[in-house]
C-alpha cells in the first residue's frame, strides 16, 4: 500500500439513498414487504474501497432525522469516516428512495425513484470546512451528481476544481442516467470539468450516446486522452446473456505509456442483483490503483473481480474482504479445475 501524510486515501461526493427492494422476484405492484438498504453511486463506490483497504470518506447532505442516522450507521459499519456528512434539520428535509425489483428472463431487473427535492440538492461549498480539500489523494464523484441540480452541480464542479488546487487525484464515472438528463445535456456539463480529470471510467456504450464517439472501443478510450488531459480511462464491458447470467470484463488505457490492458473477463457469472456492479468495479480499480502506484494492470484485475463478486451479492454494497478478492483474482487467472468451497 502506497504511504501517504493525507489523511485520506479517497474521498467522494454523491447523493445516499434509502434502497427498498422487493424480496427474491416478488413484484412491486403486489408484494407487501420490501427490505431496507442503503445505496447511491459513490457510497457503493468508497464502501468498496474501505473493504479492500483505503482509508475513505463519503461527502454528502443528510436530513436530520431517523434515516440520516441509519444512513450514518451504515457508513461506519463499512468502515467509510462520516467526517464530511452534513445534515439538514428543516421540516422539508428528505432522503431520495429508490425501489427495486428483480428480474427472470424474460422480465428485466427495474428501478422506481423518488428522490426529487431530497436534501443533497441543497449540498453548497458553505457546508465544509476548507480543510476538507487538503485532507485525500483521490477524489471521486459522477455524472448523477451533476445531473441532480443546479445547486449540486455547481457545488461539485467548485469541489473539484479545489481538491485538484490541493494535488488530489480527481476520478470521475460519467454513470448518465437518462431519467436525470439528456445526452446532450450532460455532455455540455461534464466536458467542462474533463480538464481536470486524471481518471475517468465510461463505458463504450455512454460514450457513443453521451459524446457521440466513433470508432472501436479502444479508439474511443484514448481521444479521451487526447482531447484532455486524462491519465487513465477504464471502459467496462457487460454481456447480459439473461438477467441471472452475465459476462464481465473492461479495458483501460494507461496515456502516459500509450498502453492498453485487458484480460480474460468473467464469464456466466451467477447475478444475484447487478446494483451497483459498475461501482464495485471503479472501487477495485481505484484500489488497484492508489495501492500500486497507479499499476493499470492491477485496477484491472482488482476492478473486474470486485465487479463480478458484486453481481453474486444482494443490495448495492459490496460485501468481500480483500482476502476473497485476492483469491477470486488468483482462481480466475489459473483456469482449470476449482475447488468446489472455501474450507
Not at 448523477?144 to 467548485?158: G, M, P, V
Amino acid at each position: 500500500m502506497e504511504t501517504s501524510n493525507k489523511k485520506y486515501d479517497l474521498l467522494a461526493l454523491g447523493e445516499i439513498l434509502l434502497k427498498l427492494a422487493a424480496p427474491k422476484n416478488e413484484r412491486l405492484v403486489r408484494g407487501d414487504i420490501l427490505t431496507k438498504q442503503a445505496g447511491g453511486a459513490e457510497l457503493n463506490v468508497i464502501s468498496g474501497a474501505s473493504l479492500l483497504g483505503l482509508k475513505t470518506g463519503i461527502i454528502s447532505k443528510l436530513p436530520d432525522n431517523d434515516l440520516g442516522i441509519f444512513i450514518q450507521n451504515q457508513a461506519s459499519f463499512l468502515g467509510v469516516s462520516h467526517e464530511y456528512l452534513v445534515y439538514d434539520n428543516s421540516p422539508e428535509a428528505r432522503l431520495g428512495i429508490y425501489y427495486y425489483e428483480n428480474g427472470a428472463y424474460p422480465r428485466k431487473p427495474s428501478v422506481v425513484y423518488d428522490r426529487k427535492n431530497s436534501t443533497i440538492n441543497n449540498i453548497s461549498i458553505h457546508d465544509f470546512p476548507d480543510s476538507l480539500y487538503k485532507s485525500t489523494r483521490c477524489f471521486h464523484t459522477s455524472g448523477i451528481t451533476l445531473a441532480l441540480s443546479q445547486q449540486a452541480q455547481q457545488t461539485a464542479i467548485e469541489m473539484i476544481k479545489r481538491f485538484k488546487n490541493e494535488g488530489a487525484l480527481i476520478s470521475f464515472d460519467v454513470n448518465y442516467r437518462s431519467n436525470l438528463w439528456t445526452g446532450a445535456q450532460a455532455k455540455e456539463c461534464i466536458e467542462q470539468i474533463l480538464p481536470y480529470v486524471d481518471i475517468f471510467f465510461c463505458s463504450e456504450d455512454t460514450a457513443r450516446l453521451t459524446f457521440l464517439k466513433t470508432g472501436t472501443a479502444k479508439e474511443i478510450n484514448k481521444s479521451f486522452t487526447e482531447e484532455y488531459p486524462i491519465s487513465i480511462v477504464a471502459s467496462t464491458q457487460r454481456i447480459v446473456h439473461s438477467p441471472k447470467s452475465h459476462t464481465f470484463g473492461s479495458t483501460i488505457y494507461d496515456a502516459k505509456n500509450d498502453c492498453y490492458y485487458e484480460e480474460e473477463p468473467y464469464r456466466n457469472i451467477e447475478v444475484v442483483d447487478r446494483i451497483g456492479s459498475g461501482d464495485a468495479y471503479i472501487s477495485g480499480a481505484l484500489y488497484g490503483l492508489l495501492s500500486s502506484d497507479m499499476n493499470c494492470q492491477t485496477a484491472l484485475e482488482y476492478g473486474n473481480a470486485t465487479a463480478s463478486v458484486k453481481n453474486t451479492i444482494p443490495g448495492d454494497l459490496l460485501s468481500s474482504s480483500h482476502k476473497e478478492i485476492d483469491q477470486i483474482i488468483k482462481a480466475h487467472k489459473d483456469g482449470g479445475p476449482q475447488s468446489e468451497m472455501n474450507r
